[in-house]
């Protein structure tokens, strides 16, 4: 693991909330450089205010083993919006199994049979960005409350919102600091750290399903497609709305 430059104060002499120009410093050593620097530098500067939300796609299983291997004591969360594949609840066993951690699961105040009955069926097929932000995006403010930073999975060459994150920044939509390891990494990227460290996956990927999302708006992909083609397939939709960026603002600290 690549050893840090940054400064390292002492934990009590940190704030609990990171300032923009911590931010804008620590996204600026910190890129270019190794998800294990990345990561390293997050676990120590927010501690148990740290926490990962991952849907368990390959990326996210990268990120768990470098945070397994570091035995990273945050909190690790999975939106369960009871849409998910059977194989995506399945490789949460594993993952506890490989690593001994628990991801938390963080589900909706309403069932899918609730959810469905309250607006006459399922809302995915007819009004998809309904359905996501009911069902991912409050339930992950609600999972966030308390932490001061969280850790994403996105890569800069997924879609244009994803393309000018930073390493690290403030996340005006649900009002804390953002880790982004992978930014620079590609499909290739992840895929030779997957085969390399033996990282536990989601079997559907080996099924032409290179993302993964809720089975009734994930779709396999044809050999070669575009990566994210089969998310929300036949529609311009190809976010749930967690990584999209509203507006521009700072911690205002």
Same mark, same amino acid.
């Given at each position: ?12 002499? /940190? ?94 105040? /309403? ?48 879609? *244009? ?16 600091? *953002? ?24 079997? /559907? ?49």
């Amino acid at each position: 693991m690549e050893t840090m430059t940054l400064p390292k104060p002492e934990a009590a002499a /940190l704030p609990s909330r990171i300032s923009d120009d911590e931010m804008a410093e620590a996204s600026a050593q910190l890129e270019g450089k190794p998800p294990e620097a990345v990561l390293e530098w997050a676990v120590e500067r927010f501690g148990r205010k740290l926490l990962f939300s991952t849907a368990f796609g390959a990326e996210g299983c990268c990120i768990l083993h470098i945070l397994g291997e570091m035995h990273a004591p945050i909190r690790y969360i999975n939106l369960d919006t009871g849409y998910q594949f059977k194989e995506t609840l399945d490789l949460r066993d594993r993952v506890r199994d490989r690593y001994g951690i628990d991801v938390e699961l963080i589900q909706p105040e /309403l069932s899918v049979a609730e959810y469905e009955e309250e607006h006459g069926g399922p809302l995915f097929n007819i009004r998809p960005d309904q359905c996501c932000f009911d069902r991912k995006i409050v339930p992950l403010r609600r999972a966030l409350k308390g932490s001061d930073a969280w850790i994403s999975s996105i890569r800069r060459d997924q879609t *244009k919102d994803r393309a000018v994150a930073q390493v690290v920044s403030w996340d005006a939509k649900f009002g804390l600091a *953002k880790v982004n390891p992978l930014l620079t990494w590609t499909f290739k990227d992840v895929w030779a750290f997957i085969y390399k460290h033996k990282v536990p996956y989601n079997p /559907l990927h080996d099924q032409n399903y290179p993302s993964i999302g809720c089975w009734p708006c994930t779709a396999s992909v044809e050999p070669g497609g575009d990566e994210r083609s089969g998310r929300w397939a036949g529609s311009k939709k190809k976010e749930c709305g967690l990584h999209v960026i509203e507006h521009q603002a700072g911690s205002g600290i």
